[in-house]
């Protein structure tokens, strides 16, 4: 495994170290994102095979499943390792019909905060992302409540998702953000004014990397994306590895600031995945992609 780290929370008196890659537990619901996994003790077994395998940081949420997710790790791993960083979100919820709605008032942040601590068996949550989907004119509002419950002591680190430029710089004014988690990847590297979920992903990542913030990329994998598959399936295949590990090692090379978090529910696509940040890239190859 690659012995890169990152630093989350660089500058502050608790800082966390992040291995590269981490996992993303997303995919681990049932289908849509919904509900429990068709094979649940499968789901647990990978978990536990991510930290045999060196793994450290996981990217979860509340809304998976919803409670899903959350409920799988600590099932999983705890007590947890003492290394071990669990990065959820607020910010959004779902609904009955399986819909994602906002969910970013001052009330419904603090109840986000307290299930996840309560799903997660945690008494303070090691790094939380703050997220909306558009810009709003509470978004300074959201950000104090965040602040409040950093200073309770139920949030250690706070991070972004889904921000755009605005919010970032908003953010960087008033409080120290130890990482921002967007949509990203080789073929999703600029704004895509049809996805507000997408927006602004490579510009808020050269931001990151001027303030030398760690970048989140999600639904990185060019391989669940629909275009641009021609490059990265030649260069995979000359270097007899699959276009997943590709995406990987590609996202390392393109920024020292990107802590990649595929997510896979295949213990042997995990194994896989975290190879993948043992894959060097030439000068010509990066070129030829591009």
């Known amino acids: ?99 994602w709605q906002p969910y970013s008032k001052p009330e419904e942040l603090r109840m986000s905060v307290e299930n996840n601590l309560k799903e997660l068996k945690m008494e303070q949550l090691p790094l939380v992302h703050l997220g909306k989907a558009t810009n709003s004119p509470d978004y300074e509002e959201s950000l104090s409540i965040m602040l409040e419950m950093q200073q309770e002591g139920k949030i250690l680190h706070l991070g972004l998702t889904n921000a755009t430029i605005d919010q970032f710089n908003a953010a960087i004014k008033m409080s120290k953000i130890a990482s921002v988690e967007n949509m990203y990847s080789y073929t999703q590297r600029v704004t895509d004014p049809n996805n507000p979920y997408g927006m602004q992903g490579g510009e808020v990542l050269s931001l990151c990397e001027e303030h030398q913030i760690p970048f989140i990329p999600y639904f990185s994998l060019q391989t669940s994306l629909p275009t641009g598959q021609d490059k990265i399936k030649q260069v995979a ?14 996202l390392l090379h393109h920024s020292p600031w990107i802590l ?29 992609l591009g």
């Open 260 to 288: 990649p978090i595929p997510g896979t529910t295949s213990i042997q696509h995990l194994e896989e995945n975290i190879k993948a940040a043992e894959i060097s890239l030439s000068k010509e190859e990066l070129e030829f």
């Open 1 to 99: 495994m690659s012995n890169k780290v990152f630093v989350i929370g660089a500058g502050t008196a608790t800082p966390l170290t992040a291995r590269t890659p981490g996992y993303g537990t997303m995919r681990l619901t049932g289908e849509d994102i919904w509900g429990e996994p068709r094979d649940r003790n499968n789901a647990i077994a990978l978990l536990r095979r991510a930290v045999q395998l060196g793994v450290n940081f996981f990217d979860t949420a509340d809304y998976y499943g919803p409670g899903v997710t959350n409920k799988l790790l600590a099932d999983a791993l705890y007590p947890y390792p003492a290394d071990l960083i669990i990065a959820t979100k607020v910010g959004a919820k779902r609904g009955a019909d399986k819909s």
């Open 237 to 250: 295949d000359a270097k007899g590895i699959t276009t997943a590990q590709l995406n990987i090692a590609w």
